[in-house]
């Protein structure tokens, strides 16, 4: 991107792929650390009875 407004700045054409593979890869980490960790409903504590 930056080579379109800067002229000779260097480009390199994978920076896309290792961008984007990295993005979705902390994107599935991220919904497995989510789906993996128990609910608030199954660590809360009961409310007392009166």
Do not use: H, N, Q, Y
């Amino acid at each position: 991107m930056l080579a379109t407004a800067i002229p000779g700045f260097p480009v390199w054409d994978l920076a896309g792929l290792v961008g984007s593979t990295a993005w979705a890869l902390w994107v599935v980490a991220l919904g497995v650390v989510l789906f993996r960790r128990p609910s608030t409903s199954e660590t809360a504590v009961p409310p007392a009875r009166p």
